[in-house]
């Protein structure tokens, strides 16, 4: 005899609800530990985007297209490209070289 899927999910939630009660473990604990393993972190890359709004001395590099950086700039700074982008193996750091401590 075939069983019906939905019941035999409902008998899994069943067996899997009566494990948390033995355990020991309220329904509220059983969902936040739940929610925490749903919220593993996972890789994650830093996305550099290639156009940034120049305002007052700092960069904003949140543009994927010259069009963008223009829209958001027009009365309030220019455009300019990513830095970051142009020059990959510069140091951030303007005092730091890719060679080592500089010498008196």
Known sequence: MR????????AKLLQFLFGIRTAGLSPIAAAALGMAACLLPET???QEYPWCLSREGYLYCFYKTQEQCQWTASGIGGCALN?????????RDSGASAIGPKRP
């Open 83 to 91: 830095p970051r982008l142009l020059f990959p193996n510069k140091p």
């Open 3 to 10: 069983r019906n899927p939905v019941q035999s999910n409902d």
């Open 44 to 46: 994650v890359h830093a």
